[in-house]
């Protein structure tokens, strides 16, 4: 089932549509189970009431109507008959096993996918704004409750509701005993009253159940991504503490569930039907108005009722963790509409040239007070270096994303003439590299983390980019090479070994447009050096935007804009803005002493006298 990703879809398509319809999608599967239920469960009553009909007829014959020859012949046709009947109920139960189980796996997978693509294509800001325990609980735990609900759920609700029909059927049409069954009928509504009533109350335990159980999830890999940070500050016990509050808040819930469990009395009431039926039956017998065949065939389909009725304590469940654990997941994503939702797709791009324009643009984070960026316009000409600075928190790095479309904002972003919203996003994201401060590696062998953009790449290409990047000496430097494992997020390396490698990741896949996010703030002087000789070389013909305050990197910038409040306050060369514009003096002045404005002035206007 593809993934809901339009407006319209998600206001429209209810939770429930959504479920069935991932059920729906093997109806063969589901026939096979309704029959195949229905099949089993109908041998299963016959069986009693052939027994009542072999003791009626064959044993007791009262009337005498057999001889001894005919009460062999017909005591064996029923014996004959109830193993036939016994074999072709374990086939059909076989076959409706590997129904259920496919049902349940099939369903799992596909929701599985689902939810793996609908987190792929959400917009960062969906990311920002959410837990990633929560998101791992959801696909693991709540995957997994959503199987149970399928199977052995699915199967153990259809056998209650199937077999209380069945018996219904079977009592009315076959066995002529109206006496039992006005007798039964106030102990089976009582009977449906209560296992609804259980229902009821079990579903609300349920949904807290799975959202507490979310709760330590995310506890547990906030406190393991934060594991260095923990030992560091020396507050082991406190998060101790912390995680044992989640779990002592997760039993009480627990509890709730198993004392409920503890009243389930469904089955009393089954068994207080069938001691009266026997009861009342016995009179009638007495009475000769019912003979003991039937009432063996009466208390025996009761009896069937017995296996049924005391496995819906842990259908309901079943059924309810699943259901609150699917509505979790389809809740998560509808939560934001994925990128794929909003291209237009009406331009495709081929080689560009990497003119870059930006027209009136604004952005602001969900949760900022203001905009980070306001009504920002300015032009790059294709091949151009532009640097860009200004202070903490002024939307350096903010503005770069956006030409990345990894946010929305309002206004114009033009790559080649051409409104960036309209191009697909993968086409557009293959032809730009960008590399942030904070490196993010894959735990896997550094050859996968370099190859990561471009997994066709030979290892002459790898090879080729990581020399590049400086990168080769030091692999090589490991006993495994290129096969050496970087640990979680890159923790087996130094914070200019990750760099270095996220520099070669990004040359191997030979964008046309470059974003450095203070790439270099992580090595030492020599390997920057090495590194700046490396990008000058790959930048050469390409548009490229470097975040820094390295005076000697933005010397060699085309053009630097000075962002401040949210805006774009100087654009020039250094050397202009060296003279003229005080917000960039002030960010530079603490490197060098510089003359004052007034000096610079005072100088340019005597060398024009």
């Given at each position: ?9 998600i206001?429209?398509k ?17 026939v ?10 109908l ?95 959801l696909?693991?735990n709540?995957?997994s ?21 069945i ?18 009928i ?57 995680f ?8 009480d ?57 005391y ?50 643009v ?12 306001d ?76 190859a ?7 290892e002459a ?19 495994k ?17 990750r ?99 007034e ?11």
């Open positions: 089932m593809a993934v809901l990703t339009a407006k319209k879809e206001s429209s209810s939770f429930s549509r959504w479920f069935l319809g991932h059920l729906l999608a093997n109806p063969l599967n589901l096979v189970i309704f029959i195949g239920t229905s099949v089993s469960i041998i299963r009553m016959l069986i009693p009431i052939f027994l009542g009909q072999a003791l009626d007829q064959v044993i007791i014959d009262q009337k005498n109507l057999l001889t001894n020859s005919e009460q062999l012949d017909l005591l064996r046709d029923f014996v004959f008959l109830i193993l036939v009947l016994g074999i072709l109920r374990f086939f059909v139960g076989v076959i409706t096993s590997i129904a259920n189980e496919w049902l349940s796996w099939t369903s799992q997978r596909r929701i599985r996918e689902e939810f793996f693509d609908s987190m792929q294509k959400k917009p960062l800001k969906f990311h920002d704004s959410v837990r990633t325990g929560e998101l791992m609980a696909a693991t709540d995957l409750q959503v199987g149970g609900l399928i199977s052995p759920g699915f199967s153990m609700m259809a056998d209650v509701f199937i077999s209380v029909t018996a219904a059927v079977l009592i009315i049409a076959v066995l002529n005993a109206p006496q039992l069954l006005i007798l039964s106030p102990f089976f509504l009582v009977y449906l009253w209560a296992v609804f009533s259980y229902n009821k109350k079990m579903a609300p335990i349920s949904h807290t159940f799975m959202r507490k159980w979310s709760a330590i999830a995310t506890a547990v890999q906030d406190n393991i991504t934060g594991a260095e940070v923990v030992r560091a500050f020396a507050e082991e016990t406190y998060e101790r503490k912390k044992m509050e989640y779990v002592l808040d997760f039993r819930t627990w509890y709730k569930r198993q004392i409920l469990q503890a009243r389930y009395f469904p089955t009393l009431i089954l068994f207080a039907t069938t001691g009266t039926s026997v009861l009342i039956g016995s009179l009638l017998i007495l009475a000769e108005e019912l003979t003991i065949g039937t009432l063996i065939g009466f208390t025996g389909i009761l009896f069937t009722l017995i296996g049924p009725t496995i819906i304590s842990f259908a309901v469940v079943l059924y309810n963790g699943g259901l609150a654990g699917a509505r979790r997941i389809y809740n998560m994503e509808m939560k934001e509409v994925g990128e794929d939702a909003i291209e237009k797709k009406i331009e495709t791009i081929g080689n560009i040239q990497g003119k870059i324009t930006f027209k009136g604004s952005f602001q984070y969900p949760t900022s007070k203001g905009p980070i960026l009504d920002v316009s300015f032009n790059v000409a294709p091949g151009q270096m532009i640097a860009i600075v200004g202070p903490t928190g002024s939307g350096k790095s903010s503005l770069t994303k956006l030409l990345l479309r990894l946010y929305d904002y309002s206004g114009e972003i033009l790559l080649d003439d051409v409104d960036i919203q309209k191009i697909p996003l993968e086409s557009l994201r293959k032809r730009i590299g960008l590399i942030e401060q904070d490196v993010y590696l894959f735990p896997r062998s550094i050859r996968e983390n370099i990561f953009g471009a997994r066709d790449a030979t290409k790898i090879m080729e980019a990581a020399k590049l990047a400086q990168a080769h000496e030091f692999i090589s430097e490991f006993p090479g290129y096969d050496s494992y970087v640990g979680e997020g890159g923790s087996q390396l130094s914070g200019g070994q760099q270095r490698i996220a520099l070669a990741r990004t040359f191997l896949t030979d964008p046309r447009i470059l974003i450095l996010d203070d790439s270099t703030s992580s090595v030492d002087s020599k390997t920057e050096e090495e590194i700046v000789k490396a990008i000058n070389a790959v930048s050469q013909g390409r548009t490229t935007f470097i975040i820094t305050h390295r005076l000697s990197q933005i010397r060699r910038a085309d053009c630097v804009l000075v962002i401040k409040g949210n805006k774009i306050v100087a654009r020039g060369h250094h050397s202009k803005l060296i003279r003229q514009s005080p917000d960039y003096r002030r960010i530079f002045g603490k490197h060098a002493v510089l003359p004052s404005l000096q610079i002035s005072s100088n340019e206007n005597g060398g024009n006298m």
